[in-house]
């Protein structure tokens, strides 16, 4: 006798209970994290906006009318077809620079968030999981006194009295000194969680420490790790944008902050050159401004709760 499966046995003898079973599997199965973030309306005008820009970084060989360095075009030229935003006091396409500088900001966004990320990680977990010894004491005090030292001066004082400019360099200082506050955050998180039972049944099983750290309680803190990467890219957008405006950005490469300290020094605004000036700063704001929504969606991650009303 041949035994067919349940699902076609039901579609035999009723096909609106084959329907039916096949509603309850689907309402049964969890949402996977990409339709959680998906399901706010703010994070998909956040997703549509990281995702264009993401587009204009990797195709900017193409879209770009020309080289952003380029100086050869007759200086302080108004928008036209040859030059789509006008030219700089020196000749250099406006368009060009503003496309180019997308590269720049989203590098340093990704690499600079992911790494005070990462440093946050690291020193939150292990200071909460060893809560109460010397090791949660090392971490706490280095994390506190992170947290009392004003980053702006500090990030200025590392970047001006360096002999190498750069992306990385830039990279390396916004991460070494915005990890501080998501180290606090996880530090706490941690500690809610190393009581709990699968944590006790790994420490009896004979797992390391290390290992319950970052395979047992890690994965049930994702939404609010991924929260504070957003953040931290963020934020490692506008302070590259800040020191290039300052002047202490790299010279040698093209970006919105960049592109604003030479409209400033060369005085854009009293010759005219008004799209030298607002252009960069808009992309910019966009840019943050879709990031900060992605944040919305990342937020029903973490608290099941927001869903009912995104």
């Known amino acids: 006798m041949t035994i067919l499966p349940v699902n076609d046995v039901m579609a035999e003898g009723d096909p609106t209970q084959a329907v039916n079973a096949e509603q309850v599997l689907d309402a049964e199965r969890p949402e996977r994290w990409w339709e959680v973030i998906w399901s706010s309306r703010k994070a998909r005008v956040g997703v549509v906006i990281?995702?264009?820009?993401?587009?204009?970084?990797?195709?900017?060989?193409?879209?770009s009318p020309h080289d952003p360095l380029d100086s050869t075009f007759t200086p302080l030229a108004g928008p036209s077809a040859e030059n789509w935003l006008g030219t700089t006091t020196d000749g250099r396409d406006i368009a060009s620079q503003l496309i180019y500088g997308t590269r720049i900001s989203l590098i340093v966004g990704l690499f600079g968030g992911l790494l005070a990320t990462l440093i946050a990680l690291v020193i939150g977990m292990v200071s909460g999981?060893?809560?109460g010894t010397i090791v949660d004491d090392i971490l706490?005090?280095?994390?506190?006194?992170?947290?009392?030292?004003p980053a702006l001066?500090?990030?200025?004082?590392l970047v001006a009295y360096s002999e190498v400019r750069g992306v990385w360099l830039i990279v390396f200082v916004i991460a070494i000194t915005s990890w501080a506050g998501g180290a606090r955050a996880k530090r706490a998180q941690?500690?809610?969680?190393?009581?709990?039972?699968?944590v006790t049944a790994a420490k009896f099983s004979g797992e390391g420490t290390l290992r319950i750290i970052f395979r047992e309680i890690l994965p049930n803190m994702s939404s609010l790790v991924v929260a504070a990467f957003v953040g931290a890219a963020t934020g490692a957008i506008g302070a590259e944008a800040g020191l290039a405006v300052l002047g202490l950005g790299d010279t040698q490469s093209v970006s919105w902050g960049t592109m604003l300290y030479q409209a400033n020094a060369q005085g854009a605004i009293t010759q005219g050159l008004w799209l030298w000036v607002f252009t960069p700063g808009l992309v910019l704001a966009i840019l943050i401004t879709g990031m900060s929504f992605i944040n919305f969606g990342v937020d029903l991650l973490s608290n099941p709760h927001l869903r009912e009303d995104s």
Request: glycine residues 0%; aromatic residues 12%.
């Open 50 to 63: 990281v995702a264009a820009y993401v587009l204009v970084a990797v195709f900017a060989p193409l879209i």
């Open 190 to 198: 941690i500690i809610t969680l190393r009581n709990r039972d699968f």
């Open 140 to 149: 706490s005090f280095i994390t506190n006194v992170a947290l009392v030292i």
């Open 153 to 157: 001066p500090l990030i200025i004082t």
């Open 129 to 131: 999981y060893a809560e």
